[in-house]
């Protein structure tokens, strides 16, 4: 009997199990720290040619074909006093230029920059026909985002970056011009496709 449960023992406690084990616990021990890292992995390429991207490196094919957003009118006091028809024809057109070329760095950058959730988030609130309390706000997201803080911290992203305002005063959330340019610059929101074959 004790020979049979001397068998048993090193039957179990052979490595491949003892390995098992030990990165069972290290996963759950560890779970939502591997799941923030695989958030802020842009594309993993795996063996066999296949491909995983996360929303990050998920980027609109349409954008690269994208004029730049119309500038709006240079502010008086821009241009210097003094300069003839003609100069000042010529450096209305560059700063229109300037001004063209930042916001197309801008929007790009805020491809990137703004994860699937808060992209979802502007589209929503851009669709809407009025403005927006946040309570209103916080119970329609709350399935999808169970985290108070995570839509916090939507909000605050969109609000730093002027495409959003949240009125303190009435607790009201406003899309801005700029939020609609970008959107209509944007497009609609790419399709989420983790994973997709490498074409050869």
Known sequence: MSELVLEYVKAILTPPLIFAVILGVFIFKFSEDISALVRRVAKIKLPGGAEVSTHQSNRNPEEK????????PIPTGVIP???TVEQKAAV????????AIAYLWEYR????????????????????????????????WLPLIPSANERQAIITALE????VVHDEATNMLTVTPKGREYRE??????????????KN
């Open 65 to 72: 074909d994208k004029a730049p957003p119309e500038p709006g």
């Open 81 to 83: 006093s003094g300069l």
């Open 92 to 99: 209305e057109k560059l700063l229109e230029s300037h001004v």
């Open 109 to 140: 950058y805020l491809n990137y920059f703004l994860v699937r959730g808060t992209q979802l988030i502007l589209d929503w609130l851009s669709n809407l026909s009025q403005p927006v309390t946040y309570a209103y706000f916080d119970s329609v």
């Open 160 to 163: 730093n970056h002027h495409l």
């Open 185 to 198: 610059w944007r497009g609609p929101v790419p399709e989420l496709n983790n994973f997709s074959e490498e």
